[in-house]
């Protein structure tokens, strides 16, 4: 409880301070937010190595840059985390950090990108140039940056941008003291077919034809989803070595607006991974209600099906057979409150995910946010069952500068 309080302290006092400490210069801007949060776990831990506190505290810190600097221009996004109760008490990345230029036809950046492809909203099979952080978000939703450069070019009503990478980095995983373990175990080592520093690249092309917003992709290089082999010592399994192997993967997604509904899509093949080639889809419809039921607000309805064709050698998959729904309300007020709730269903394993989220502006600059998550009927599904103790109640309060 000592430690908890301290904690707290520390948090709120950053919360002051941080934002002194970022005053941009004339003619930059900066923006971030400080944030403390609680987590709250009804359950004792699945593994005997977790962190059995069941109230865990954490503080966090994002700070977004962006401006010029003579003909260039610079975009950076940091974030750290501070936590007592995780394997490692600070974790942090730079998510993006480049500068570059734009002129006539053509814009280039250079130095950590951060790319996001894709238009489906529980999970992007197309999403490939950035790595994953599931220590961050077990989901998926968090990225590292990406050492590389892109320049992108206009062709009509196309736009066509090209990828050159390197320094591929490794998926972070919850392991030791962690809660929200998506292994049973460990990494202890990793290796890339080809070496952590060969190049890799891509293409990807943009544009609406005939009302379809549509992006074509094209991608080789490390693959950012490793295939896990279990390491014996001893006769005894001790953990779990990760292998990047170099693929190829060729993808589309698709957009409709038609009214109030977006329809999507998304589609992938890949080769280069154990198992052989292999494809991949997701599809969804989104609808929107304003004023519904007389009320003020916005509901938003949205439904997806996920579906995979790789072989049981390749890498995991969170969306192999899987349905998700969900229901977001806006309240359109001056507090700006959003309730959400989302359920995706594994129809393999016949497991479900619930989560309810909500967002309120307190004061002009402070956020409170609540998320409940539970794993229902988990033993048996892959994906979930190193969780199906790990449901919780998240409480945090974010300050915005």
């Known amino acids: 409880m000592v430690a908890l309080i301290r904690s707290l302290v520390r948090a709120f006092t950053a919360l002051t301070i941080a934002p002194a400490l970022a005053m941009p210069a004339q003619g930059q801007t900066v923006r971030g937010a400080v944030g403390v949060e609680l987590r709250a776990y009804p359950d004792a831990p699945l593994q005997s190595g977790q962190d059995d506190d069941r109230v865990q505290p954490s503080a966090t810190l994002s700070v977004n840059g962006s401006g010029d600097i003579g003909s260039l221009r610079y975009d950076v996004e940091l974030f750290g985390r501070a936590s007592a ?214 509901l938003t309805l949205y439904a997806e099906y996920y579906a995979d064709g790789r072989s049981d050698n390749a890498p995991v998959t969170p969306f192999e057979h899987d349905i998700f729904v969900g229901a977001r309300y806006d309240f359109k007020n001056i507090s700006d409150t959003v309730v959400e709730l989302r359920a995706t269903r594994d129809l393999r394993w016949e497991s479900t995910l619930l989560e309810l989220r909500g967002t309120r502006r307190i004061a002009h600059n402070l956020l409170l946010q609540v998320n409940l998550l539970a794993p229902l009927n988990a033993e048996r599904d892959p994906a979930l069952t190193t969780l199906r103790r790990d449901s919780y109640l998240r409480v945090g309060l974010s300050r915005y500068f």
């Open 85 to 298: 109760d995780r394997s490692r008490s600070f974790v942090g990345d730079v998510r993006e950090a480049t500068i570059g230029a734009s002129g006539g036809k053509l814009e280039w950046k250079v130095g950590m990108l951060a790319e996001t492809w894709g238009v489906l909203e529980a999970w992007n099979p197309v999403d490939i140039i950035n790595q994953r952080d599931l220590s961050e978000d077990f989901q998926g939703k968090v990225k590292f940056g990406q050492l590389g450069a892109l320049a992108t070019t206009q062709a009509g009503p196309l736009s066509v941008t090209g990828y050159v990478t390197t320094m591929a980095r490794t998926r972070r995983f919850a392991q030791n003291e962690d809660r929200l373990q998506v292994l049973p175990a460990p990494v202890l080592h990793s290796e890339f077919e080809d070496g952590r520093w060969t190049p890799g690249g891509g293409v990807r092309v943009t544009g609406s034809v005939a009302g379809i917003d549509l992006g074509v992709g094209h991608y080789i290089g490390p693959d950012r989803e490793p295939e896990l082999s279990p390491v014996i010592d001893a006769e005894r399994f001790v953990g779990l070595a990760a292998k990047y192997n170099r693929i190829g993967q060729t993808s589309l997604d698709a957009q409709y607006v038609t009214g109030d509904a977006v329809l999507k899509l998304e589609v992938i093949h890949r080769s280069g991974d154990s198992g052989g080639r292999f494809w991949g889809d997701g599809g969804g419809l989104e609808n929107s209600f304003g004023h519904p039921f007389g009320l003020g607000g916005e």
